[in-house]
């Protein structure tokens, strides 16, 4: 495990022991849409990621992992009502934030699942909610997105779509995996950046809404792969 991982793990590790409640601390929940696997996820992720940076006294980057997303409970809901999507073989959960689409292909009876995000909070958040859901993930913080391919037979990617730079690294790194001879699944509620035209819906889901600042209690979330 890498320094800047390894440190982050000791932090969430502390986090999740120390005593007491509140908007500033870490739960372990249901997730809303997947209630079979269990999240370290924060109160509010605003005011846990202030109270971290002030003790920290430098920036830290935004703890997306802190939060469930729609586009990932979207996903990991379709691997576990359909298991031979990921059992038996080897899965890349791409910006795996909290790890719930990894776990959710590991509890569907991956072979191997990889975990992959460049926040090393998030990897670290992804070892621990995979050690609380009995599950084995190995996890990566490499930028992978410039590689030739995939090493997976199936490639998750939720909640992706969420800026139009980080959409034109996505897609060609989606598309050359497909290419590749991988299998290629999306989970986007549609934030405005997703290139619909070049990929085709399986399946569309109505998601609790977890998210800050977003108006109706649930979304509509749509599964797609490369067209």
């Not at 590790?13 to 997947?34: K, N, S, Y």
């Amino acid at each position: 495990m890498k320094g800047a991982t390894a440190a982050a793990l000791s932090v969430l590790e502390r986090e999740i022991d120390a005593p007491g409640d509140g908007l500033d601390r870490l739960r372990l929940v249901p997730t809303p849409f997947v209630p079979e696997v269990r999240l370290h996820l924060a109160e509010d992720a605003i005011v846990w990621w202030a109270r971290m940076e002030a003790a920290a006294g430098h920036a830290l980057p935004p703890p997306y992992w802190a939060s469930v997303w729609a586009g990932g409970q979207a996903l990991a809901r379709h691997l576990l009502d359909h298991p031979e999507l990921a059992a038996g073989r080897r899965v890349l959960d791409l910006a795996a934030g909290s790890g719930l689409v990894a776990i959710a292909a590991a509890l569907s009876g991956a072979a191997r699942v990889v975990a992959n995000d460049i926040d090393p909070y998030a990897v670290a958040a992804v070892t621990i909610n995979a050690r609380v859901n009995q599950v084995n993930v190995d996890t990566t913080g490499d930028d992978l997105l410039d590689q030739a391919g995939a090493e997976a037979d199936l490639v998750v990617a939720g909640d992706v779509f969420y800026s139009r730079a980080l959409a034109e690294r996505v897609l060609p790194f989606l598309q050359r995996a497909a290419a590749g001879g991988a299998e290629v699944l999306v989970g986007d509620p549609d934030r405005g950046h997703l290139p619909e035209d070049r990929l085709t819906v399986l399946a569309d889901y109505p998601v609790p809404t977890t998210e800050p600042s977003v108006d109706s209690s649930l979304r509509q979330v749509l599964v797609l792969r490369p067209a």
